[in-house]
C-alpha cells in the first residue's frame, strides 16, 4: 500500500491536545454560537436544560426567531454533534431525514454531494453564511452547529439553491477562558484527538484555537482508510463592544484511500439481480493500494467587522480569501467495460475502470450588510440590507495513467490488456505500477457575483407578521474548457441577471405556536453542472438559468414550557427549464420535476431527563419532462427516498450516567441518472434500511468525562449511495469508539 504522507503538524496536533489536557482541567461544554458572550467558563450540562433546541439561525438574515420564520429550517447543535460522535458533514445530516448523498459519477468529483428535496446541493454549502464551492469531504472539527434551510432559497444564498442549502456555523473566541481535549480510540484502528481552546486576554479580546489529528479505517471495507489534520486558529478584539473584529483561519488536510464501492449486476452480460447491484459482499475492494489515492487541502481566512451604531442598526463586513484542492485517482470498479469469464480459472474477470480529478477552487468574497429594527407606525420591522461581490476561479483536470506492470488480464481480454482482476475475489494488494502525469485543464474558469440583497419581517400585531425577502444578482462567467474527446480548449461566456424572491404570511394562534404559508422562488445557471460544480461549455451563454419554486404550508409549536419544538410542513417544489435532448441530437430547455412532501421535526427536552432530536420526510417526487420519447417520465427522482425518518435521543439514568442511541431509516432509493432534469429512476436502487447507534456516557467529576459510541450496532449492511449505472457504495459498518474528554 502505498506510504501516507507524514505531518509535521500531527505532532505538534498531539503534543498540544495532552499539554493542554493537564491535572488542572475540568468538564465544560462550548455553549451553540446563538448563545451570548459569556464571562465564565463554558456551561456543563445541567439537568433540565433544553441542549438539543436552537431558537435563532446565526444568519442576520432570518429577521424572525424560527418559530416565526415562515420557512423550514433546522438547526443541528454542537451537543447532537458530539452526543452521536459525528466527525463529518455525512455524518451530522444523518439526523436529517429526507436529505441524501449522491455518488460521485456523470462528471461529478468525489466530494460531499447532498441532495435535499430532490434537487443536489453540493454547491449550496456555506461557511458563516458564505458560500463555500470547493470539492471536498467535510471535517467538522471546527463547526459549532449546521443550519439546514430547505426549498427554494435563492433570496438567501443566491444561485442555484433550488432543493435547500447547508450553512456550517465556525466555532469563534468568546469571552470566558476554557479548554476542551478529546481523545478517541475506537475499533478500526480509529484515533481521533482535537482540542477546542479559548482563552480570555483582557476585558474585551479571546483567542480560539481549535486542533484535529485523525486517522482509521473505514468499517467493513477492509483497506478504506483516512489520515487527516487541521488547524482553525481565530482572534477577536472588542467583544462585549459596539465594535467588534474578528480574523480567523482554516487549513485542513487529509489523505485517504478513496472508495467507489462494488460493481452492478451489469457488469456481468445477462446478469440481473433485484437491485441491481452485485452481491459481491461489504468487504470486497477493487481498487490498486499502489496507485489509488485522495488528497484534500483547504486554507482559507476570514476578517469579519462588525459595528453597532445604536440598539437599532447594526453594520456587518465579511472578506474571505480561500483555495480548495481535490487530487484523486481512483478505480470505478463498473466502468472499465463488461467481465469477461476466463475458463482457464474458472472466474468472470473485469478490467478496473479510472477516475481522475485536478480541482482547486479559488474564492474571494467580500459581503456587508445593515440589519436592526423600526417603526413606521403600528408596525414593527425586523430588516437586513446586503450587498456581495465575489469571485470564483475553477481549474480541473484529469491524470494520465499509464500502466507499465502488474495487474495483467486473462487471454480472453485483447493481447495487452492490463488492471484487471477477478470480479469476485479482487486484490487491492496487485502490485502495480506506472506513471500517473496531470492532463491539460478541461475547465479554466473565472465567475463573479455581485448581488443586493433585503429581507424584512412585519408584525403587524401579535398575532399577525409578513416576511418579505428579495435578492438581484448580476452573475458572470468566462473562461476555456475542453470539450470531451478534443485536443484543444475552447473559450465560453456567459451572463445572467436573476431575481429571486419569496414571501411568506405567519398567524401566531398562541405566543407558543404558529403557522404560515409561504412561496420562494430559485435559480441556478447552466453553468453550475448537475447543481454542483461550476464549468463551461459550449454556447453556455444561449441558455438560460433553470428555475425552482417552492408553496409551503407549516406550523410550528414550542412545547413543554417551551423546552420542546414541534414543526410540520407540507410543501410542492417545482424545477423547469433543464436542459435535455428532446430529440435524438437536439436539445431544449424542457425538463421538469416536481416533489410533493411532508416532513416532521423534534427537538428539545421532553422530559428534564430526555432530549430528543429528528424528524420524519416523506417525499412523492417525479420526472414530470424528460429525454425524447418520455424516457423515465413518471419515474421517481434519484437520491429521493419516499420515506425516511432518524430519531436521536439521550436519557439521563443516573446524575453522571447518560445513556443515548439512534434509529434511522432511509426508505427505497433509486440511483439512476438517467433522463435529464435531475435523473429520473433506471432498474437500479438502494434498498430501504434501519439502522441502530447507541451511547453510554459517564462524568467522573466536572472535570473528566468518558464517553462510549457504538455506530451501526447491528454491523448492518447497507447501500448509502448510487450513481445507477457503474457501482454502489456501502455504508460503515459497525465500530465502537471510546472518547475521553478533560475540560476547562
Same mark, same amino acid.
Given at each position: 500500500?502505498?506510504?501516507?504522507?507524514?505531518?509535521?503538524?500531527?505532532?505538534?496536533?498531539?503534543?498540544?491536545?495532552?499539554?493542554?489536557?493537564?491535572?488542572?482541567?475540568?468538564?465544560?461544554?462550548?455553549?451553540?454560537?446563538?448563545?451570548?458572550?459569556?464571562?465564565?467558563?463554558?456551561?456543563?450540562?445541567?439537568?433540565?436544560?433544553?441542549?438539543?433546541?436552537?431558537?435563532?439561525?446565526?444568519?442576520?438574515?432570518?429577521?424572525?426567531?424560527?418559530?416565526?420564520?415562515?420557512?423550514?429550517?433546522?438547526?443541528?447543535?454542537?451537543?447532537?454533534?458530539?452526543?452521536?460522535?459525528?466527525?463529518?458533514?455525512?455524518?451530522?445530516?444523518?439526523?436529517?431525514?429526507?436529505?441524501?448523498?449522491?455518488?460521485?459519477?456523470?462528471?461529478?468529483?468525489?466530494?460531499?454531494?447532498?441532495?435535499?428535496?430532490?434537487?443536489?446541493?453540493?454547491?449550496?454549502?456555506?461557511?458563516?453564511?458564505?458560500?463555500?464551492?470547493?470539492?471536498?469531504?467535510?471535517?467538522?472539527?471546527?463547526?459549532?452547529?449546521?443550519?439546514?434551510?430547505?426549498?427554494?432559497?435563492?433570496?438567501?444564498?443566491?444561485?442555484?439553491?433550488?432543493?435547500?442549502?447547508?450553512?456550517?456555523?465556525?466555532?469563534?473566541?468568546?469571552?470566558?477562558?476554557?479548554?476542551?481535549?478529546?481523545?478517541?480510540?475506537?475499533?478500526?484502528?480509529?484515533?481521533?484527538?482535537?482540542?477546542?481552546?479559548?482563552?480570555?486576554?483582557?476585558?474585551?479580546?479571546?483567542?480560539?484555537?481549535?486542533?484535529?489529528?485523525?486517522?482509521?479505517?473505514?468499517?467493513?471495507?477492509?483497506?478504506?482508510?483516512?489520515?487527516?489534520?487541521?488547524?482553525?486558529?481565530?482572534?477577536?478584539?472588542?467583544?462585549?463592544?459596539?465594535?467588534?473584529?474578528?480574523?480567523?483561519?482554516?487549513?485542513?488536510?487529509?489523505?485517504?484511500?478513496?472508495?467507489?464501492?462494488?460493481?452492478?449486476?451489469?457488469?456481468?452480460?445477462?446478469?440481473?439481480?433485484?437491485?441491481?447491484?452485485?452481491?459481491?459482499?461489504?468487504?470486497?475492494?477493487?481498487?490498486?493500494?499502489?496507485?489509488?489515492?485522495?488528497?484534500?487541502?483547504?486554507?482559507?481566512?476570514?476578517?469579519?467587522?462588525?459595528?453597532?451604531?445604536?440598539?437599532?442598526?447594526?453594520?456587518?463586513?465579511?472578506?474571505?480569501?480561500?483555495?480548495?484542492?481535490?487530487?484523486?485517482?481512483?478505480?470505478?470498479?463498473?466502468?472499465?467495460?463488461?467481465?469477461?469469464?476466463?475458463?482457464?480459472?474458472?472466474?468472470?474477470?473485469?478490467?478496473?475502470?479510472?477516475?481522475?480529478?485536478?480541482?482547486?477552487?479559488?474564492?474571494?468574497?467580500?459581503?456587508?450588510?445593515?440589519?436592526?429594527?423600526?417603526?413606521?407606525?403600528?408596525?414593527?420591522?425586523?430588516?437586513?440590507?446586503?450587498?456581495?461581490?465575489?469571485?470564483?476561479?475553477?481549474?480541473?483536470?484529469?491524470?494520465?495513467?499509464?500502466?507499465?506492470?502488474?495487474?495483467?488480464?486473462?487471454?480472453?481480454?485483447?493481447?495487452?490488456?492490463?488492471?484487471?482482476?477477478?470480479?469476485?475475489?479482487?486484490?487491492?494488494?496487485?502490485?502495480?505500477?506506472?506513471?500517473?502525469?496531470?492532463?491539460?485543464?478541461?475547465?479554466?474558469?473565472?465567475?463573479?457575483?455581485?448581488?443586493?440583497?433585503?429581507?424584512?419581517?412585519?408584525?403587524?400585531?401579535?398575532?399577525?407578521?409578513?416576511?418579505?425577502?428579495?435578492?438581484?444578482?448580476?452573475?458572470?462567467?468566462?473562461?476555456?474548457?475542453?470539450?470531451?474527446?478534443?485536443?484543444?480548449?475552447?473559450?465560453?461566456?456567459?451572463?445572467?441577471?436573476?431575481?429571486?424572491?419569496?414571501?411568506?404570511?405567519?398567524?401566531?394562534?398562541? =405566543?407558543?405556536?404558529?403557522?404560515?404559508?409561504?412561496?420562494?422562488?430559485?435559480?441556478?445557471?447552466?453553468?453550475?453542472?448537475?447543481?454542483?460544480?461550476?464549468?463551461?461549455?459550449?454556447?453556455?451563454?444561449?441558455?438560460?438559468?433553470?428555475? =425552482?419554486?417552492?408553496?409551503?404550508?407549516?406550523?410550528?409549536?414550542?412545547?413543554?414550557?417551551?423546552?420542546?419544538?414541534?414543526?410540520?410542513?407540507?410543501?410542492?417544489?417545482?424545477?423547469?427549464?433543464?436542459?435535455?435532448?428532446?430529440?435524438?441530437?437536439?436539445?431544449?430547455?424542457?425538463?421538469?420535476?416536481?416533489?410533493?412532501?411532508?416532513?416532521?421535526?423534534?427537538?428539545?427536552?421532553?422530559?428534564?431527563?430526555?432530549?430528543?432530536?429528528?424528524?420524519?420526510?416523506?417525499?412523492?417526487?417525479?420526472?414530470?419532462?424528460?429525454?425524447?420519447?418520455?424516457?423515465?417520465?413518471?419515474?421517481?427522482?434519484?437520491?429521493?427516498?419516499?420515506?425516511?425518518?432518524?430519531?436521536?435521543?439521550?436519557?439521563?439514568?443516573?446524575?453522571?450516567?447518560?445513556?443515548?442511541?439512534?434509529?434511522?431509516?432511509?426508505?427505497?432509493?433509486?440511483?439512476?441518472?438517467?433522463?435529464?432534469?435531475?435523473?429520473?429512476?433506471?432498474?437500479?436502487?438502494?434498498?430501504?434500511?434501519?439502522?441502530?447507534?447507541?451511547?453510554?456516557?459517564?462524568?467522573?467529576?466536572?472535570?473528566?468525562?468518558?464517553?462510549?459510541?457504538?455506530?451501526?450496532?447491528?454491523?448492518?449492511?447497507?447501500?448509502?449511495?448510487?450513481?445507477?449505472?457503474?457501482?454502489?457504495?456501502?455504508?460503515?459498518?459497525?465500530?465502537?469508539?471510546?472518547?475521553?474528554?478533560?475540560?476547562?
Amino acid at each position: 500500500m502505498k506510504q501516507q504522507e507524514t505531518y509535521s503538524l500531527n505532532t505538534l496536533t498531539h503534543s498540544l491536545a495532552f499539554a493542554l489536557a493537564g491535572p488542572a482541567l475540568f468538564l465544560a461544554t462550548p455553549a451553540s454560537a446563538q448563545t451570548p458572550p459569556i464571562t465564565e467558563m463554558a456551561p456543563v450540562r445541567v439537568e433540565g436544560d433544553s441542549l438539543y433546541d436552537v431558537p435563532v439561525s446565526s444568519s442576520t438574515k432570518f429577521t424572525a426567531p424560527l418559530l416565526d420564520t415562515p420557512k423550514s429550517v433546522q438547526i443541528i447543535p454542537q451537543t447532537v454533534i458530539q452526543d452521536t460522535g459525528a466527525t463529518s458533514l455525512q455524518d451530522v445530516l444523518r439526523n436529517s431525514p429526507g436529505i441524501t448523498f449522491g455518488a460521485g459519477e456523470g462528471g461529478q468529483p468525489l466530494a460531499d454531494r447532498p441532495f435535499i428535496r430532490g434537487s443536489s446541493s453540493g454547491n449550496n454549502i456555506f461557511v458563516d453564511g458564505i458560500r463555500d464551492p470547493g470539492g471536498q469531504t467535510r471535517e467538522i472539527f471546527n463547526v459549532e452547529s449546521l443550519e439546514i434551510i430547505r426549498g427554494a432559497d435563492s433570496a438567501y444564498g443566491g444561485r442555484g439553491s433550488g432543493g435547500g442549502s447547508i450553512n456550517l456555523v465556525s466555532k469563534k473566541p468568546r469571552l470566558g477562558s476554557f479548554v476542551q481535549a478529546d481523545a478517541g480510540l475506537g475499533s478500526d484502528a480509529y484515533w481521533r484527538g482535537t482540542v477546542d481552546a479559548n482563552w480570555q486576554f483582557n476585558d474585551n479580546a479571546a483567542f480560539r484555537l481549535n486542533l484535529l489529528d485523525g486517522k482509521g479505517n473505514v468499517p467493513g471495507r477492509n483497506v478504506v482508510d483516512y489520515d487527516k489534520w487541521g488547524v482553525a486558529p481565530s482572534l477577536s478584539f472588542g467583544l462585549g463592544t459596539p465594535t467588534r473584529v474578528t480574523l480567523s483561519y482554516y487549513h485542513y488536510e487529509s489523505d485517504g484511500m478513496p472508495d467507489y464501492g462494488v460493481p452492478l449486476a451489469s457488469k456481468i452480460p445477462g446478469k440481473h439481480t433485484s437491485d441491481g447491484i452485485l452481491n459481491v459482499g461489504r468487504a470486497k475492494f477493487y481498487g490498486v493500494l499502489d496507485r489509488d489515492y485522495q488528497k484534500n487541502k483547504s486554507d482559507i481566512g476570514t476578517v469579519e467587522i462588525e459595528h453597532d451604531f445604536n440598539p437599532h442598526a447594526t453594520v456587518r463586513n465579511a472578506t474571505r480569501y480561500g483555495q480548495t484542492l481535490n487530487d484523486y485517482v481512483l478505480t470505478n470498479p463498473g466502468d472499465g467495460g463488461a467481465a469477461r469469464f476466463d475458463p482457464a480459472s474458472n472466474e468472470w474477470w473485469m478490467q478496473r475502470g479510472l477516475k481522475s480529478r485536478w480541482q482547486q477552487t479559488t474564492l474571494l468574497s467580500n459581503v456587508t450588510e445593515l440589519y436592526g429594527k423600526f417603526n413606521t407606525g403600528a408596525l414593527k420591522h425586523t430588516y437586513d440590507i446586503g450587498v456581495e461581490f465575489t469571485s470564483e476561479k475553477n481549474k480541473n483536470a484529469s491524470y494520465n495513467v499509464t500502466t507499465t506492470s502488474g495487474s495483467f488480464c486473462p487471454g480472453v481480454f485483447p493481447a495487452g490488456a492490463m488492471d484487471c482482476t477477478p470480479l469476485y475475489h479482487p486484490d487491492p494488494h496487485d502490485n502495480w505500477s506506472g506513471r500517473i502525469s496531470r492532463g491539460p485543464l478541461s475547465n479554466d474558469s473565472t465567475s463573479n457575483t455581485r448581488a443586493i440583497y433585503a429581507f424584512d419581517t412585519i408584525d403587524f400585531n401579535e398575532r399577525w407578521s409578513l416576511n418579505l425577502g428579495g435578492r438581484f444578482d448580476n452573475y458572470r462567467i468566462d473562461g476555456d474548457f475542453l470539450p470531451r474527446g478534443a485536443t484543444m480548449p475552447q473559450s465560453s461566456d456567459g451572463s445572467w441577471n436573476i431575481f429571486s424572491y419569496q414571501a411568506g404570511i405567519v398567524y401566531k394562534p398562541a =405566543s407558543n405556536g404558529s403557522i404560515y404559508l409561504s412561496y420562494a422562488t430559485a435559480s441556478t445557471p447552466p453553468t453550475i453542472s448537475g447543481g454542483d460544480q461550476e464549468g463551461l461549455s459550449a454556447d453556455v451563454g444561449s441558455l438560460d438559468p433553470e428555475k =425552482s419554486r417552492t408553496i409551503e404550508l407549516g406550523t410550528k409549536w414550542d412545547v413543554l414550557d417551551e423546552k420542546l419544538t414541534l414543526t410540520a410542513a407540507l410543501y410542492q417544489t417545482d424545477r423547469e427549464d433543464a436542459q435535455i435532448e428532446v430529440d435524438p441530437g437536439v436539445f431544449a430547455q424542457a425538463g421538469k420535476t416536481r416533489v410533493r412532501g411532508l416532513e416532521l421535526g423534534f427537538a428539545g427536552a421532553v422530559t428534564p431527563k430526555w432530549n430528543v432530536f429528528g424528524g420524519y420526510s416523506y417525499m412523492d417526487s417525479e420526472l414530470v419532462k424528460g429525454a425524447y420519447n418520455g424516457v423515465n417520465e413518471g419515474d421517481p427522482l434519484a437520491n429521493t427516498p419516499r420515506n425516511s425518518f432518524s430519531l436521536w435521543n439521550t436519557y439521563k439514568l443516573l446524575p453522571k450516567f447518560t445513556v443515548g442511541g439512534g434509529i434511522y431509516y432511509v426508505g427505497k432509493t433509486y440511483g439512476g441518472n438517467q433522463g435529464g432534469a435531475g435523473g429520473g429512476a433506471n432498474s437500479v436502487y438502494m434498498p430501504a434500511y434501519w439502522r441502530f447507534d447507541a451511547m453510554a456516557a459517564y462524568q467522573v467529576s466536572p472535570n473528566l468525562s468518558f464517553q462510549l459510541n457504538v455506530l451501526n450496532l447491528t454491523d448492518k449492511a447497507y447501500f448509502a449511495r448510487t450513481n445507477g449505472v457503474h457501482h454502489a457504495d456501502y455504508g460503515p459498518g459497525r465500530q465502537a469508539i471510546l472518547t475521553t474528554s478533560i475540560r476547562y
